[in-house]
Each structure stands twice: as structure tokens, then as C-alpha cells.
């Protein structure tokens, strides 16, 4: 794999269909060289937790921000159309962006490479197989863990050193169909129904939103994010 797109998600949470991605970094190589970089912060709609913040360094001035989840999403499918793709526990992200990419009914069907994978494969001896571990074995300083971009171009330098070190390995570096399958959503629950009217019409927002058309997950979000701005019904 000679040329590909590193990519690396920073998300509110651990589950794709619950959570949301709040930044995209991605870094395009060819022949070992950076020939393109992605990143931006996406404004969130469900509540970042004081953990993801203290984590990732992204704060909440900045997700303020953010700019939308649609338009950070088809930034980053027209930045990446073309190549494959590759993550340090590549399957996390890929997930993730799958199920954005379904909301906006965009497609995201790639090959890939999981460094994750291959350093199991071929780095037995370390401790552990996390990022920082393959970072510090290969002499590379992430100067921003856990921000997505730099954890993305860390990937990258990682995959190429393992390339460097295991040349006759050549099977471990080709990439795969990554495969996941995005669950049927859900249509919204009557109780989510009421409260999210409910909900509306306490703080007075107009919003042209089909309440009704909307899935458990959208309506879930969309509380989430009213309660976030407005405050909860005081009774």
C-alpha cells in the first residue's frame, strides 16, 4: 500500500451509534510523503463529558465552534474518494464514520490497514501494542495525543517504519475490505415523542424538524442538545 488516507476520530464516546465524532484528522500519503491533510472539530450535538475533554484537549470554546457533522463528514469523503484507508484500531474509526456518513446518506465502502493488527503480527515483544507504545519504539514524537489529526499522521509514520523494518512481510501491508454493517435505526419511542414537543414548546423553539419521521437515535441527539442549551422542564 504505496498511497492511502490515515484517519483517526475523536468521539464523544465509544458506541457509533450513540455517540458522536467531534473532530476528523486525516493526512493523504503517497511514496512515503504527506501529499494532503484533513481536520477540523465538529460542533456536537449530545453532551461531551469533562473525560473526553480533559482526554482530547479540544475544549468546549472550541466545539462551539465546530462546524457541522455533514459538512466535517463530506470534507473528509471527498478529501479520502479514492484511496484506502489507515487506523491504529482502524475498525473504531471506521465505524464510527460509517454511521455519519449513513445519517447523511453518503456511502463510505473502503479497504484497509489496521496498524493495530500489524504490530500484533510483528512486534511481539512490546509490552503492549497501543500507539504511544509503536511511537516510542520507533523513535516518533506525537507531539498532540489523542487530537485526531496527530494521532492520524502518527499511524502513518508507525505503518511506514513497520514497512521499513518487515519488508518481506508484504501481506500484512496490503489492505482489506473493512466491513461494517450499520444497524436499522429505530423509529423514535412515543414517550421520546412527547417529551421532545414537550421539550420544544417549553423553550419556545421553532424548529421545522419532523419530530414524528425521526429515529430513536436522531431524537435521543436532538434532546440531548436542547437540554445541553436550554436547561431541562422545570416543573
Known amino acids: 500500500m504505496i498511497e492511502y488516507v490515515a ?12 455517540d458522536q465524532i467531534i473532530e476528523i484528522g486525516a493526512v493523504k500519503i503517497r511514496d512515503s510523503k504527506i501529499i494532503g491533510k484533513y481536520n477540523c472539530i465538529l ?7 469533562d473525560f ?17 457533522l455533514k459538512e466535517g463528514v463530506e470534507g473528509f469523503l471527498e478529501f479520502s474518494e479514492g484511496f484506502p484507508v489507515l487506523g491504529h484500531n482502524v475498525m473504531f474509526d471506521y465505524s464510527f464514520m460509517k454511521v455519519a456518513a449513513n445519517s447523511i446518506h453518503r456511502s463510505f465502502e473502503r479497504d484497509g490497514v489496521d496498524t493495530l493488527t500489524a504490530a500484533r503480527k510483528l512486534l ?18 506525537n507531539e498532540a495525543a489523542h487530537r485526531a489529526y496527530d ?7 508507525v505503518f511506514e517504519q513497520m514497512k521499513k523494518e518487515f519488508p518481506e512481510e ?9 466491513q461494517y454493517r450499520v444497524r436499522r435505526e429505530r ?11 414537550e421539550l420544544m414548546k417549553y423553550h419556545r423553539i421553532k424548529d421545522n424538524v419532523k419530530v414524528d419521521a425521526m429515529s430513536q437515535s436522531e431524537a435521543s441527539k436532538k434532546i440531548d ?5 436550554y436547561g431541562v422542564i422545570k416543573k
Open 7 to 18: 484517519f483517526d476520530l475523536e468521539t464523544t464516546g465509544l458506541s457509533p451509534e450513540k
Open 43 to 49: 460542533y456536537p450535538e449530545v453532551f461531551v463529558s
Open 52 to 68: 473526553i475533554i480533559e482526554l482530547t484537549g479540544i475544549n468546549r470554546e472550541m466545539l462551539d465552534q465546530g462546524i457541522p
Open 124 to 141: 511481539k515483544n512490546l509490552k503492549n501494542k497501543k500507539l504511544e507504545t509503536l511511537c516510542a519504539h520507533y523513535h516518533y514524537i
Open 151 to 157: 494521532d492520524a499522521l502518527a499511524a502513518a509514520v
Open 170 to 178: 508484504r501481506d500484512v501491508f496490503n489492505p482489506r475490505q473493512l
Open 187 to 197: 423509529p423514535i419511542t412515543e414517550k421520546q415523542k412527547r417529551y421532545l414537543k
Open 225 to 229: 442538545s436542547i437540554i445541553l442549551k
